[in-house]
């Protein structure tokens, strides 16, 4: 799942945007999983994605690791409440 979403969200982004949009395919996938398997698992595929974003992009390093690491424990922590 972790390869096969970098893979789509690559694709996705370079070849299937249309007017130079696309989903945030990572964002949603990590909001998911967090949704389904806990905070703990999905703050960890977050960071991950996150930092395969990081790689792509020329922007500050470690922004979207950070971001995505964010989204999965919020997602996570209020799936238990």
């Given amino acids: 799942m972790f390869v096969l979403a970098m893979a789509g969200h ?4 370079s070849h299937l945007a249309v ?7 990572l964002l949603v996938l990590t909001a998911a999983s967090a949704a389904r ?4 698992r999905a703050m960890c595929l977050g960071f991950g994605w996150g930092l395969f974003l990081d790689v792509l992009s020329v922007r ?10 964010l989204v999965g ?9």
Wanted: charge should be positive; aromatic fraction near 14%.
């Fill in 60 to 69: 500050l390093f470690g922004a979207n690791a950070l971001a995505l690491t």
């Fill in 37 to 40: 398997q806990g905070p703990i």
């Fill in 10 to 13: 690559w694709l996705w982004t």
């Fill in 19 to 25: 007017w130079g949009l696309a989903p945030q395919l």
């Fill in 73 to 81: 424990y919020a997602t996570g922590s209020v799936r238990r409440q």
